[in-house]
C-alpha cells in the first residue's frame, strides 16, 4: 500500500477540521435542549437545512449577502423555537416522545423543502465561493475557514455563558432540579422558551454555513444526523464545547482513512474513534 503525500494528508485533515466544525455547529442546539430541556430535537437538522435552502433563496433571488442573510434567519428562527417549545409544553412531551414528534416534523419540513425548491440538488454562488489562501503547501477555503470560526465563537460563548453568568447558571439549576431552582426565583418556563429559541437559530446559523459550502438536497437531512448525533452524545450533553471538539475528531479521522484506505472503508475511521471514547468514558464511571 502506497501512503499519500504528506500535503495530500495534511488538506484533507483540513477538510476534515471543516466538516468537523460543521458537526459540531449542528449539535450545538441538539447539546443546549437535550441537555437542559430533556428535548431530543431532531428538528435541529431539518431546521439547518431550511435555514440552508433560505440562504440559497435570499442569495440568488434577492442578490443578499449570504452572510447579511444571517439577520434575518437568526431571528425567525428563534422566534420558530419559542413556538416549537411552546406546542412542546402545551402537550407535555416527554424525552423520549420528543424524539418522535420532532422526527415527525423533520419528515414534513423536508416534504416543504421539497415542495418549494424540489428534490434537485442546489448550489449557491456567492462572492466567497472561490475565495481562498494559501498556508504553505495548503489551500485554505474562506467559506470552510468561516464556518470554523463561527462554530468555534458560538461554542466558546455558549458555554462562557453558562459557566459565568446568572443566566446560564439559572439555567443549569433549572435542568437540575426545577422546584428547587423555582423556589429561588428562576423562572423555568421563561428560560426554556429563551433556550429553545437560541437552540433554533443555531440550527439557522448552521443552515447559512451549510450553504456556503455544500450542495443542498432535501434527503441529505438524514445524512447528518447520525455522525452529529454520535458527536452530541459522545462530547456531553450541555456541554457546548464537547460537539465541537468531538466533531473535529471524528470529521480529522474520517478524512484520513479515506486518502490511507479509500472511500468504501470511511466509517471506520468515526467509529474507531466513537468506540475509543466510549471506552475511556464508561472506563471512568
Known amino acids: ?113 421539497q415542495t418549494i425548491w424540489t428534490a434537485d440538488y442546489r448550489r449557491m454562488d ?34 462562557a455563558v453558562l459557566r459565568y453568568t446568572d443566566l446560564g447558571k439559572a439555567m443549569r439549576a433549572a435542568a437540575e432540579d426545577a422546584p428547587i431552582a423555582a423556589a429561588f426565583g428562576v423562572d423555568e418556563k421563561r428560560l426554556a422558551l429563551l433556550l429553545s429559541g437560541v437552540a433554533a437559530a443555531f440550527a439557522g446559523v448552521a443552515g447559512v454555513c451549510l450553504a456556503l459550502s455544500y450542495t443542498l438536497s432535501p434527503s441529505q437531512i438524514y445524512v447528518w444526523i447520525g455522525v452529529v448525533f454520535a458527536a452530541v452524545m459522545i462530547g456531553g450533553l450541555c456541554n457546548p464545547i464537547g460537539p465541537l471538539m468531538d466533531g473535529i475528531v471524528i470529521g480529522g479521522s474520517d478524512a484520513l482513512t479515506i486518502d490511507v484506505t479509500s472511500t468504501a472503508r470511511r466509517p471506520m475511521g468515526s467509529v474507531s474513534v466513537m468506540r475509543a471514547e466510549l471506552h475511556l468514558a464508561t472506563s471512568k464511571l
Not at 413556538?83 to 415527525?104: C, D, E, I, P, Y
Not at 494559501?134 to 475557514?145: A, D, H, M, N, R
Request: proline letters at 3%; hydrophobic letters at 55%; aromatic letters at 12%.
Open 1 to 113: 500500500m502506497t501512503l499519500p503525500s504528506l500535503t495530500l494528508l495534511g488538506q484533507s485533515l483540513l477538510s476534515g477540521i471543516f466538516i468537523g466544525s460543521l458537526y459540531g455547529l449542528l449539535g450545538l442546539g441538539l447539546s443546549l435542549s437535550w441537555g437542559l430541556l430533556r428535548q431530543i430535537n431532531l428538528a435541529n437538522f431539518a431546521l439547518a437545512f431550511l435555514g440552508a435552502y433560505l440562504t440559497f433563496q435570499l442569495t440568488t433571488v434577492a442578490h443578499m449577502d449570504p452572510l447579511l442573510t444571517l439577520l434575518l434567519i437568526a431571528p425567525c428562527f428563534f422566534v420558530l423555537g419559542v413556538l416549537m417549545h411552546l406546542l412542546f409544553a402545551r402537550f407535555s412531551v416527554s424525552a423520549f416522545n420528543s424524539l418522535l414528534v420532532t422526527f415527525g416534523l423533520t419528515v414534513i419540513i423536508e416534504s416543504v423543502i
Open 126 to 159: 456567492s462572492v466567497y465561493g472561490d475565495m481562498k489562501f494559501k498556508l504553505g503547501s495548503l489551500y485554505v477555503p474562506i467559506p470552510e475557514l468561516l464556518t470554523l470560526l463561527i462554530s468555534i465563537s458560538l461554542s466558546l460563548a455558549t458555554w
